[in-house]
T-cell receptor, first 110, second 115 residues
Framework: QEKVQQSPESLIVPEGAMSSLNCTFS?????SIWWYQQHPGKGPEALI?????GNKKEGRLTVYLNRASLHVSLHIRDSQPSDSAVYLC??????????FGTGTRLQVLP | AQTIHQWPVAEIKAVGSPLSLGCTIK??????LYWYWQATGGTLQQLFY??????VESVVQLNLSASRPKDDQFILSTEKLLLSHSGFYLC??????????????FGPGTRLTVL
């Protein structure tokens, strides 16, 4: 059973700062890693995904994947108060099973 | 545009009573469908998935069952609710033959309180 851990549990940053979130997973054969954003009382929304070692950039988001260390990170440049939410890391194999991480609660202070 | 609708929005039920939650996807044919459960403050946990009508796979046993009676409909149910069933239930869809590149689209969720 895939295990997905996220850190930190909670992160508070000032507006304009870089937010860095981490995720470790247990299965090096995992196919894809997605990052989702979830606001209170809402369903998660997909932000960005990565499948190959290295990094991927979309707008203010950059994700880094290192399969050897079973680690993926999400970096949000120029963080805004509207970025305040819970961020979930989701890992899947080539089946339809998806394992979500424990989440990081991000608060961006104006 | 695809839309995903869940019903009811919220439920308050007694322990031992039956439950039926529904999910409908419009604007996408033959999607993969998923049920998730999230305890308050807890981790999002996949319960079931379905790749076609009539076929449902269980991921986690929580004394719940799921069915897919139509291509665009996914039902979650149980005959006897437990206190531990309380939480937030989310339905999601993805493109068929979900692989490494397909994201999941989540519905608005149903908040269930078991007393």
């Amino acid at each position: 059973q895939e295990k997905v851990q996220q850190s930190p549990e909670s992160l508070i940053v000032p507006e304009g700062a870089m937010s860095s979130l981490n995720c470790t997973f247990s299965n090096s054969a995992s196919q894809s890693i997605w990052w989702y954003q979830q606001h209170p009382g809402k369903g998660p929304e997909a932000l960005i995904s990565i499948f190959s070692n290295g990094n991927k950039k979309e707008g203010r988001l950059t994700v880094y994947l290192n399969r050897a260390s079973l680690h993926v990170s999400l970096h949000i440049r120029d963080s805004q108060p509207s970025d305040s939410a819970v961020y979930l890391c989701a890992v899947s194999s080539n089946t339809n099973k998806v394992v979500f991480g424990t989440g990081t609660r991000l608060q961006v202070l104006p | 545009a695809q839309t995903i609708h869940q019903w009811p929005v919220a439920e308050i039920k007694a322990v031992g009573s039956p439950l039926s939650l529904g999910c409908t996807i419009k604007g996408k044919s033959s999607p993969n469908l998923y049920w998730y459960w999230q305890a308050t403050g807890g981790t999002l946990q996949q319960l079931f998935y379905s790749i076609t009508v009539g076929q449902v796979e269980s991921v986690v046993q929580l004394n719940l069952s799921a069915s897919r009676p139509k291509d665009d409909q996914f039902i979650l149910s149980t005959e006897k609710l437990l206190l531990s069933h309380s939480g937030f239930y989310l339905c999601a869809w993805s493109l068929r033959d979900w692989g490494s590149s397909y994201e999941q689209y989540f519905g608005p969720g149903t908040r269930l309180t078991v007393l």
